[in-house]
């Protein structure tokens, strides 16, 4: 009972290849029978190919992680673990929010690195100009740049700022309070805030 409730998948699997014993978890990543599939070989059940290879390699010190071809949308970090003589543990556990999570860390700093880019371009272009000592520019062009330069230089302290504040959030845990709200007299001090 104490394995069956282990939050990861378990398979015990003998040196063939062969499924011994699943527990539910995994019974339920790779949609497996736990008596039907007894005694059949874990490639022909999971066909996934970085799975395969890794299997047939027989080198267990680093997980494998791959997609689930029998669940859409789920990825799986899967190890294997040689217990005994011919006897095998595969562990799996369910990744998918961290994948979720690192493609969005990594949309999210490819966006901010190009918001960063665009204002920075500009301030660079605009002050490698006024340092040029052969330019001989105009009072009204210094101060149309000038004013250019401080418009970008703002939009990337807005979004330094952001930046911050976007860590501060995220690494603080935020206490959940809970309050009985008399929702009619908030709505009347809405409707009279409003006139």
């Given at each position: 009972r104490a394995v069956q409730a282990f939050p990861d998948g378990l398979i015990i699997f003998n040196q063939h290849h062969q499924i011994e014993w699943v527990n539910a978890r995994a019974a339920s990543h790779f949609r497996l029978d736990p008596?039907?599939?007894?005694?059949?070989?874990?490639?022909?059940?999971?066909?996934?190919?970085?799975?395969?290879?890794?299997?047939?390699?027989?080198?267990?010190?680093?997980?494998?992680?791959?997609?689930?071809?029998?669940?859409?949308?789920?990825?799986?970090?899967?190890q294997v673990v040689s217990y005994a003589l011919g006897e095998n543990l595969l562990l799996s556990h369910d990744v998918s929010d961290q994948e979720r999570l690192d493609v969005m860390r990594r949309d999210f700093v490819a966006n901010?690195?190009?918001?960063?880019?665009?204002?920075?371009?500009?301030?660079?272009?605009?002050?490698?100009?006024?340092?040029?000592?052969?330019?001989?520019?105009?009072?009204?062009?210094?101060?149309?740049?000038?004013?250019?330069?401080?418009?970008?230089t703002q939009r990337m302290q807005r979004l330094i700022e952001d930046l911050?504040?976007?860590?501060?959030?995220?690494?603080?845990?935020?206490?959940?309070?809970?309050?009985?709200?008399?929702?009619?007299a908030l709505c009347h001090a809405l409707v009279r805030d409003a006139e």
């Open positions: 008596q039907g599939d007894r005694g059949q070989p874990l490639t022909n059940l999971i066909r996934q190919p970085d799975f395969v290879a890794y299997l047939e390699r027989g080198e267990y010190a680093a997980p494998v992680v791959f997609p689930n071809p029998r669940c859409p949308g789920q990825t799986l970090l899967v901010v690195s190009h918001e960063l880019k665009t204002p920075l371009t500009v301030v660079a272009g605009f002050a490698e100009m006024l340092a040029d000592p052969d330019l001989d520019p105009d009072p009204a062009q210094v101060r149309h740049y000038m004013g250019l330069i401080a418009e970008q911050l504040t976007l860590s501060v959030l995220e690494s603080t845990a935020v206490a959940q309070r809970e309050e009985v709200v008399d929702l009619e």
